[in-house]
């Protein structure tokens, strides 16, 4: 039985239609794309760090990124 979070991005749509609707009275402060990749980026390093055990070669493979790469981006997002 499949339900409509199934897919991070039907998962996503949904968290963002309730941040719309939330927002419904007055219009959400510009800059809202760089705000969801910024933080989608630090969740999904956060929660693949988490699945790997926090080490950081499976975590890498797993994201598909070098892992030097996610140093920096470890570093960058305050995650040490």
Do not use: W
Not at 6 to 11: A, P, T
Not at 48 to 61: C, E, L, P, R
């Amino acid at each position: 039985m499949t339900n409509e979070h199934d897919s991070i991005g039907s998962c996503m749509q949904h968290h963002i239609k309730k941040f719309f609707n939330m927002h419904s009275t007055f219009q959400p402060a510009a800059g809202l794309y760089d705000r969801v990749i910024q933080e989608a980026e630090k969740a999904l390093i956060m929660e693949t760090m988490h699945y790997s055990d926090n080490i950081q070669a499976k975590a890498s493979k797993i994201l598909g990124i070098n892992r030097n790469t996610l140093r920096k981006k470890i570093a960058a997002l305050g995650l040490l």
